[in-house]
């Protein structure tokens, strides 16, 4: 006999959209601008940080970060951001999502300011503190993924809950686009203020001393969002059904929300006894596999494939532009003049693609539903990928140049209409309460184990096979192209894994995990599946 769900979970789940949610989606959304901002900024100071560490005396080009320090700077954050979702997401489970939530915000504001701070007598130095304050960074970083999704999915009601969970998620784009912008400002400043000759003129005058402030400042500035919101986040109250379904406790979930949805919440105690009183089973039993396990290899595999592609086209960027000859030749600059164009390159990117693509997703994926906008995402992003990598040749010739960066922005369109936004959505939704952030923990890992990938293999792998026009340093790889067709094949992979994800339009939190049903039904895509007891 399936049992009703609790008054509070009920007035959560019809609860108009009012004031609550969207003050919800901007102290989360905050947390995930910050996130964006940090993982994403030192892609627009690497070029930088080897002109100004590395510099080689005598050399035609200017200094880069030898193959090992430019992947450690591009990647630790990850390895850092991995751990975090893991840890954090089962201590959001253990100890309630509000009680650590705090936590990630103070820790990625310290390490924000520290990552700008970092120290040594010796480049190795530098860049070796660097990378220490980037790993605690991403850490803390890791711990916003499943917090804030979970959060406002147990806030939301269960008609808009995927544009509210979408929005949060798409205060990531604001943050890649905001990084842009800064560092488009902080470098036109010191253009302004200090006139450099290109390096190819004057070798050691083309960077100048003062250009070392300047990926200092925009590293740090990372920090200002997250210290904003940090009060906001210790005024949340703790989720009403973290409070009745974890804790037990559903006097005070009732309480808690009568004061936010400003309406008279009372449970039935004898209902609440009969609702939470059921059995329960942990992460590694067999009853979890057999209602969520395929749901679980599903959602870490998409997020898995499309990390691998995503994270390699923001992060080197830069790299592909130079390939096709849209940002000039290193020599052809001064350091501060580069910085300026890899912002303006990838700011144009994010405005024009990585943007509306989150927001196309926040409108309609209420309407569509979140299986059809991730299968077709996937679907896109490997037509579009192979758009680009098979006739590779003619985007890289003069006057051909505007078509390559429509196509390439095409991709990020849809990588966040699509399969991008949806890999953070649905984890939140089809978990049961007490292991809901712990499951979002472990997709989400799985995707930064996809990132980790694509940052520290895309960086050789997209490397001229020819060895005499690899970067200094670098073994010869398979060249851009042939990356390209790789990413392609990720992204179809994730077009099968979506098989594995259940629709979740329109559905309770509780019926879809099976929480309100005493006889082991669960909700598939396909329809009910009952379950061997």
């Given amino acids: 006999m399936a049992r009703d769900q609790l008054q509070v979970l009920n007035?959560?789940?019809?609860?108009?959209?009012?004031?609550?949610?969207?003050?919800?989606?901007?102290?989360?959304?905050?947390?995930?601008?910050t996130d964006a901002y940090d993982l994403f900024c030192i892609s627009l100071v690497t070029k930088l940080l080897g002109r100004i560490?590395?510099?080689?005396?005598?050399?035609?080009?200017?200094?880069?970060?030898?193959?090992?320090?430019?992947?450690?700077?591009?990647?630790?954050?990850?390895?850092?951001?991995?751990?975090?979702?893991?840890?954090?997401?089962?201590?959001?489970?253990?100890?309630?999502?509000?009680?650590?939530?705090?936590?990630?915000?103070?820790?990625?504001?310290?390490?924000?300011?520290?990552?700008?701070?970092?120290?040594?007598?010796?480049p190795r130095g530098v860049m070796a503190t660097l990378c220490f304050f980037r790993f605690w960074l991403g850490f803390a970083i890791g711990g916003d993924y499943p917090l804030s999704a979970t959060i406002m999915s147990e806030y939301a009601n269960k008609k808009t809950r995927g544009a509210f969970i979408a929005a949060v998620f798409a205060m990531q784009g604001f943050g890649i686009l905001t990084g842009g912008i800064v560092t488009l400002i902080v470098s036109s400043v010191f253009r302004a203020l200090f006139h450099t000759p290109a390096y190819q003129d004057n070798p050691m005058?083309?960077?100048?001393?003062?250009a070392d402030y300047v990926w200092r400042i925009i590293l740090m500035l990372g920090a200002l969002p997250a210290l904003i919101t940090y009060y906001w986040r210790m005024k949340m109250p703790e989720t009403a059904r973290y409070t009745a379904l974890v804790s037990k406790n559903s006097k005070q979930a009732a309480s808690d929300m009568s004061k936010v949805l400003q309406v008279e919440i009372v449970e039935?105690?004898?209902?609440?006894?009969?609702?939470?009183?059921?059995?329960?089973?942990?992460l590694f039993s067999r009853e979890f596999l057999l209602r969520h396990g395929m749901h679980l290899l599903g959602t870490a595999m998409c997020w898995f494939v499309l990390d691998i592609a995503y994270y390699s086209q923001n992060l080197f960027q830069k790299d592909i532009f130079t390939a096709i000859n849209w940002i000039p030749k290193a020599r052809t600059?001064?350091?501060?003049?580069?910085?300026?164009?890899?912002?303006r390159a990838q700011t144009l990117i994010a405005l024009c693609g990585t943007v509306p693509g989150y927001w196309f997703t926040v409108g309609l994926?209420?309407?569509?539903?979140?299986?059809?906008?991730?299968?077709?995402?996937?679907?896109?992003?490997?037509?579009?990928?192979?758009?680009?990598?098979?006739?590779?040749?003619?985007?890289?010739?003069?006057?051909?140049?505007?078509?390559?960066?429509?196509?390439?922005?095409?991709?990020?369109?849809?990588?966040?209409f699509g399969p991008n936004s949806t890999t953070f959505i649905v984890p939140a939704e089809i978990f049961p309460a007490r292991l809901r952030s712990t499951c979002?923990?472990?997709?989400?890992?799985?995707?930064?184990?996809?990132?980790?990938?694509?940052?520290?293999?895309?960086?050789?792998?997209?490397?001229n096979r020819d060895k005499?026009?690899?970067?200094?340093?670098?073994?010869?790889?398979?060249?851009?192209?042939?990356?390209?067709?790789?990413?392609?094949g990720f992204n179809f992979v994730g077009v099968i894994f979506t098989l594995l994800v259940p629709e979740t339009k329109g559905k309770s939190l509780e019926q879809l995990t099976g929480e309100i049903n005493d006889d082991k039904n669960v909700e598939t895509r396909s329809g009910t599946q009952t379950l061997p007891v």
């Avoid at 005058?205 to 003062?210: G, P, V, Y």
């Avoid at 039935?268 to 942990?282: A, M, N, Q, R, S």
């Avoid at 851009?480 to 990413?487: G, K, P």
């Fill in 333 to 343: 600059m001064s350091a501060l003049e580069e910085v300026f164009r890899i912002a």
């Fill in 468 to 488: 005499t026009k690899t970067d200094h340093g670098y073994p010869p790889g398979i060249g851009i192209r042939n990356a390209l067709f790789l990413l392609a």
């Fill in 11 to 33: 007035a959560l789940d019809g609860a108009k959209t009012q004031l609550y949610h969207f003050t919800t989606i901007l102290i989360a959304g905050m947390g995930f601008f």
């Fill in 268 to 282: 039935d105690p004898e209902k609440v006894e009969e609702f939470t009183g059921g059995k329960e089973f942990g």
């Fill in 440 to 463: 979002h923990g472990i997709s989400a890992a799985a995707g930064k184990a996809g990132a980790i990938v694509g940052s520290f293999g895309f960086l050789y792998a997209a490397q």
């Fill in 205 to 210: 005058a083309s960077t100048l001393a003062e």
């Fill in 365 to 416: 994926i209420d309407v569509v539903g979140r299986f059809r906008i991730q299968l077709v995402g996937f679907l896109m992003m490997t037509v579009f990928m192979l758009g680009l990598a098979v006739p590779y040749h003619h985007w890289t010739t003069p006057g051909n140049h505007i078509g390559f960066v429509v196509m390439y922005a095409f991709t990020f369109f849809f990588a966040n």
């Fill in 53 to 122: 560490y590395y510099y080689r005396p005598g050399s035609l080009d200017p200094g880069s970060l030898p193959p090992n320090v430019a992947a450690a700077v591009n990647g630790v954050a990850f390895c850092g951001t991995l751990s975090g979702q893991l840890f954090f997401g089962w201590l959001g489970d253990k100890m309630g999502r509000k009680r650590v939530y705090g936590v990630t915000l103070m820790l990625m504001v310290i390490f924000s300011l520290a990552s700008g701070l970092s120290f040594g007598h010796t």
